[in-house]
């Protein structure tokens, strides 16, 4: 193998901090290489950096042995660097296939668009990765997932020798991550060099060669070979010392003569759900499970009032719930929902982390006359903000200045902080760290063991089995059983993929 990218003494400041100390690293062809750290380590800036989102304060970039620097996106597209960001930058308005060759079509705007030919090879990227849709579908009838796996198209379409990867299997269950683990190992023998950032470090241990890890902006290890590293040689270079596991709760047994707090029967809905029959107790966590277009996320939507209830019945504490929107799901029943889309749904990115964290207690806290200070709010949610440990300057700062992690991070301390009865949360370890992730873990425990019910829906198997108490298996916006958790992966994954694919079993 021969380096074909490296970054030598890169370093970058912003307001208030110093996201990267001198790091850095070297990517060789027919290699995939490990970018890892905690949140706000400064991985994403690095990335950035490399692929002309940003320049850097100091330090070189080598391609193919020569110093380049580039000023925008567009100049390392030119040279061949293709990126899949954390976050999605596709417009929804636009087909699948215009976002997957937007690149192609912006480059030539004099020359009529060839729409067939765009989709043809569209689908040809769609059916490398398992993704079974139409390309003339609009991005803003696809699910998150979904979204995933055609940023992922598009960045495969630009044909890159370079190739970084910001949490790809973020939003992606099992199933689908090992195709699209398939594919990248045929892009590395074939002479690409990729860069794969991850919080799951089982994924990081199966297919990265090699691996750099960064912690508080500055190079813990610079591009070591994976050879002989274990889990706990990578949690401590990332953390400075190893992972201790939480064991399970002890408080299942106990939810289950609990009150009920949430039941769906016979529930039908505007997106298309038929016969659900659903119900949660107070200080239970249940899970919810299905591959992606299992109608999940759309389900916790229509709960919380996003989407039309067309048919059957909803109780919150044993009293029948009309639920119409999302102000109503929260105040009146109380009922929170951590969207795994942050980025559309759970933040406003141009506001404080003050303002973000705290935004479903000011009701609350105003009090009769409507009075509200911001020191009534900062003492609300603080402590969550401290226990979560977000990384940012100050409560004052601009939430999307933050990492995603920390972003994500404060998507949660929200709903900490209002207190709310029955909570949804949907794929909670998105774009988090390891520590961070045992840290939310023991806060949903927490939670459920003071009483609230948590719902808890995760594309990440070994979460599900880690956390739920019981588990639903959906598919088809159907619910096709459920199982009690037992806490041993082997026998829970089999039980759980056999519900999966009942459906077909039975045609």
């Not at 990248?184 to 470090?201: N, P, Q, T, W």
């Not at 010392?241 to 029967?265: C, T, Y």
């Not at 929260?330 to 951590?338: A, D, K, L, P, T």
Request: hydrophobic share 45%; aromatic share 4%.
């Amino acid at each position: 193998m021969t380096a074909i990218f490296e970054a030598r003494g890169i370093e970058k400041s912003f307001p208030g901090v110093k996201a990267l100390k001198g790091v850095s690293l070297t990517l060789d062809t027919h290699s995939i290489h490990a970018l890892l750290g905690e949140n706000g380590a400064g991985k994403s800036t690095l990335i950035k950096i490399v692929t002309g989102v940003q320049r850097p304060d100091a330090g070189t970039l080598l391609l193919d042995g020569r110093t380049v620097a580039f000023a925008n996106p567009r100049e390392a597209i030119a040279q061949r660097i293709g990126v899949v960001h954390q976050e999605r930058n596709l417009i929804p308005r636009f087909s699948v296939a215009e976002n997957i060759h937007l690149e192609q079509i912006a480059g030539h705007l004099t020359k009529p668009v060839d729409h067939a030919e765009l989709n043809r090879q569209a689908a040809r990227w769609l059916e490398m990765l398992g993704l079974d849709i139409d390309p003339r579908t609009p991005v803003s009838r696809l699910s998150v997932a979904q979204m995933q796996l055609v940023e992922i198209a598009k960045a495969l379409s630009l044909r890159s020798r370079v190739l970084l990867l910001d949490e790809p299997t973020a939003s992606l269950t099992s199933n689908e991550t090992d195709r699209l683990f398939a594919f990248l190992k045929r892009l590395r023998d074939g002479g690409a060099s990729l860069l794969f950032v991850s919080h799951k470090l089982e994924e990081v241990q199966e297919i990265c060669d090699s691996v750099t890890v960064l912690r508080d902006g500055a190079n813990a290890c610079a591009s070591r070979s994976m050879a002989g590293m274990g889990r706990q040689d990578i949690v401590r270079l990332m953390i400075g010392r190893a992972e201790s596991e939480s064991p399970r709760r002890d408080g299942a047994a106990k939810a289950r003569q609990a009150p009920v707090a949430l039941r769906l029967r016979g529930v039908e809905t505007a997106l298309g759900h038929r016969a659900i029959d659903l119900e949660v107790k107070e200080g239970e966590i249940l899970g919810l499970y299905g591959l992606v277009g299992a109608g999940r996320t759309e389900l916790a939507r229509c709960i919380i009032g996003q989407s039309a209830i067309t048919a059957g019945t909803v109780e919150v504490a044993g009293r029948p719930a009309r639920i119409r929107d999302v102000a109503e799901a929260i105040h009146r029943h109380r009922i929170g929902y951590v969207s795994e889309d942050r980025k559309g749904n759970g933040l406003v990115l141009a506001h404080s982390v003050l303002d973000n964290a705290g935004i479903a207690v000011w009701r609350a806290l105003s009090g009769r006359f409507g009075f509200l200070t911001n020191g009534r709010v900062r003492a609300a949610v603080a402590p969550f903000i401290d226990k979560l440990e977000v990384k940012t300057p100050s409560l004052s700062q601009t939430v999307g200045l933050l990492s995603g992690g920390n972003q994500q991070k404060i998507s949660v301390a929200k709903w900490l902080a209002a207190g709310v009865k029955i909570l949804i949360v949907d794929e909670p370890s998105v774009g988090i760290d390891i520590k961070t992730k045992a840290y939310l873990h023991d806060l949903l425990r927490e939670l459920a063991s003071a009483g609230t019910a948590v719902i808890v829906i995760t594309s990440d198997m070994p979460e599900m089995i880690a956390l739920a108490d019981r588990i639903a298996v959906m598919d088809g916006y159907r619910l096709n059983g459920e199982i009690q958790n037992s806490g041993v992966y082997e026998t829970m994954s089999e039980a759980i993929m056999g519900l999966i694919h009942r459906t077909e079993a039975a045609a």
